[in-house]
């Protein structure tokens, strides 16, 4: 193809989900991301979903019974006190994150921390450095780095065919009903930790280290963030322009700007879909394209997550402790910039 670019985009070296070796899965927490996360598994892998719990023993039972589980636990000590479990999802409202990892950590089990991996860097550090010390896995299940399409993307930027990117756009907004939990005060809500993990991910895996952080916000009549966006810097002057927002739906894209290449990702751009690569003029445009399953693709991240533990590493080399420390640390200062503050949260922000 003319202009330097490949005749087509790589293909993804995305295992298949069922060669991993089969662990026994203890899902914390019964709300509409375990429920997505459950069915996925089941559908797509051969994990085997072995328990379930949250704080009341009816809401176990149902989930159990929905999704035929064999044990219900009324409590998360229980879970992590099961022999019969290797690893816990962290299925938790954000602000119970640290908690729930550091109770299944200290019983000695993996674990997969549903995103983001706590509520700040601080807390993110302390997760990691436990399951150092116990030599157990711990990874973000920031489910977009495990996708097949993700790991196109990691071959373009690992291959060079972009070239030097040097701008990275990528936003993420949508509509909430008025009862939904985003609008909580009390459990950490606003747009940034739900739906701004995608934006700010992508741009700090692709441009690395973050030199400058500079944030605006704007509040909602609920008590909490409505909308935050962000210029992020890198040493060399590269831009990445962020965006979240539950104030209104947004086209949800991201596009990767390179000096040899542009990769356009279509909205919603954190899920399965569409990649189209061209010249930075626009020009000869390739493209690939995958089944929209939006979260019914969850399984890949716990078919990572097993393969990792079956190889004995502590992290996955797809979604490494120091990328999710990173995010949050840019995180924490576009906080502190928007003047967001999470209710209960034990951290000094930078």
Request: proline share 6%; with cysteine; charged share 20%.
């Amino acid at each position: 193809m003319s202009f330097g670019l490949p005749g087509a985009l790589p293909s993804p070296r995305t295992p298949d989900p069922f060669t991993a070796p089969t662990l026994r899965w203890g899902v914390m927490g019964t709300g509409w991301i375990a429920d997505r996360f459950v069915r996925a598994v089941k559908e797509s892998t051969g994990q085997v979903i072995a328990a379930v719990s949250s704080r009341s023993i009816e809401r176990s039972r149902s989930f159990a019974d929905h999704h035929e589980i064999v044990r219900a636990y009324g409590s998360y000590e229980e879970l992590v006190e099961d022999p019969a479990i290797d690893v816990v999802y962290v299925a938790l409202n954000h602000n119970a994150h640290h908690a729930g990892a550091m109770l299944a950590l200290k019983a000695g089990k993996h674990v997969v921390i549903e995103k983001p991996l706590a509520l700040n860097a601080q807390e993110a550090t302390e997760i990691a450095e436990v399951a150092a010390a116990r030599g157990l896995f711990c990874v973000e299940a920031l489910w977009t780095f495990f996708l097949p399409k993700l790991d196109i993307v990691r071959r373009l930027l690992e291959d060079d065919v972009l070239g030097e990117v040097r701008t990275v756009i990528a936003d993420n907004g949508e509509y909430f009903r008025p009862d939904h939990r985003i609008f909580r005060a009390d459990l950490a809500g606003g747009p940034l930790l739900d739906l701004g993990t995608y934006p700010v991910s992508l741009a700090t895996w692709v441009l690395g280290e973050i030199a400058s952080v500079k944030a605006s916000g704007q509040a909602h009549p609920a008590g909490v963030n409505g909308q935050a966006g962000a210029l992020l810097t890198d040493r060399f002057g590269n831009q990445g322009v962020v965006h979240t927002t539950l104030l209104s739906n947004t086209p949800t894209a991201a596009v990767l700007c390179g000096t040899r290449g542009t990769l356009t990702m279509q909205g919603p751009f954190y899920h399965p879909g569409a990649l189209a690569l061209s010249h930075p003029d626009g020009s000869g445009s390739i493209f690939f394209d995958e089944e929209r399953i939006a979260h019914g693709a969850l399984f890949w991240e716990a078919a990572e997550a097993a393969r990792c533990i079956g190889a004995g590493l502590l992290e996955s080399p797809l979604r490494p402790l120091a990328d999710s420390i990173s995010m949050l640390r840019v995180m924490d200062e576009m906080r502190r910039q928007c003047g967001i503050a999470f209710a209960g949260e034990d951290f000094e922000q930078p």
